[in-house]
């Protein structure tokens, strides 16, 4: 099954839901990151979260997701933008902490302090920016928090990822499901018991439902409007002359020292690993391009 996410909404506009199947996307960052399966779970859940909070955004607008805690991961960062371009890291990709009978401790190795951070680029002047305490480090719960309290949309979401025994992704994904102001109440409690009666996300992927076929047994005798579909891939936006950017934002002392190094230096990405290397030369000649610093007058 391709990655792709799937956004519905009620004929009435007062109930929305996006689901989508993430596994290759959450497998090609696990390559990338090589995370043990622990942060592997993890860092896929946030992923999918960003997939799926990704259904709200429209023409050039993204979205970033960063949890921090006090946990071996450390950080976890996810982005997506309204195309289904995502991509994903994590600072610490070793947790350290293996699997038991009963899953994954997620919450031990995101930590039980910390926040989560929402950035949405909605061009603007300025991104808008979002913080809460980690509600319970489960990721999901975490982001339903944030959405009902934050941004006073009561939501529900559901992430899940599911690993083969050697650490392979073997299904991943996310649902999210919101209700708008003034809804039916009857409606609203309807969808709430399917919501608990279904089955975890990865046990429907794994038996083959899909997005279309998961949001059709929750919205079964509900008048939904017209429904849009998204493909989903991981994408990193990251390219030469933005790293020369960074470089550039070092200063001119920092930069002059790693100009004079024998060796040339290697940038690589946090999120592909893509590795960009600037010989003393290039590094030079980038220094030389800077305007001098206005010390003001003698």
């Known amino acids: 099954m391709k990655d792709h996410l799937l956004r519905v909404a009620t004929q009435d506009g007062t109930l929305r839901a996006a689901v989508a199947v993430t596994t290759n996307l959450v497998e090609a960052i696990r390559q990338r990151q090589d995370t043990d399966p622990t942060a592997t779970v993890a860092l896929g859940r946030l992923v999918s979260g960003a997939a799926v909070m ?3 955004l429209k023409g050039d607008q993204r979205l970033a997701l960063m ?36 899953g994954f401790n997620v919450p031990a190795a995101v930590g039980r302090a910390g ?8 061009g603007l002047k300025e991104p808008y920016r979002g913080m809460v305490n980690l509600y319970s480090s489960e990721i999901a719960e975490d982001l339903a928090y944030y959405l009902t309290s934050s941004e006073q949309v009561p939501s529900t979401v559901a992430l899940g990822v599911y690993l083969e025994q050697e650490g392979r992704v073997a299904a991943a994904g996310g649902l999210l499901v919101q209700a708008m102001p003034e809804g039916e109440e009857a409606l609203i409690a309807l969808l709430e018991e399917r919501l608990v009666a279904l089955p975890p996300l990865t046990t429907l992927l794994r038996n083959g439902q899909g997005p279309e076929q998961i949001l059709q047994q929750l919205f079964t005798g509900i008048p939904l409007g017209t429904s849009e579909m998204t493909p989903l891939e991981f994408r990193c936006t990251c390219s030469r002359p933005q790293v020369l950017s960074m470089l550039k934002s070092l200063g001119r002392e920092e930069l002059k020292e790693m100009a004079e190094q024998d060796e040339s230096t290697t940038v690589t990405c946090e999120f592909c690993k893509e590795r960009y290397s600037f010989t003393g030369a290039e590094l030079k000649e980038l220094l030389d391009g800077l305007k001098p610093v206005d010390k003001g007058p003698k």
Do not use: C, M, W, Y
């Open 54 to 56: 990704g259904s709200l």
């Open 67 to 102: 949890v921090e805690g006090n946990g071996p991961l450390q950080k976890l960062h996810a982005e997506t933008d309204a195309r289904g371009q995502l991509r994903g890291s994590v600072k610490v990709p070793i947790s350290g902490i293996p699997p038991t009978a009963d």
């Open 115 to 122: 926040f989560l951070h929402v950035v949405k680029d909605l």
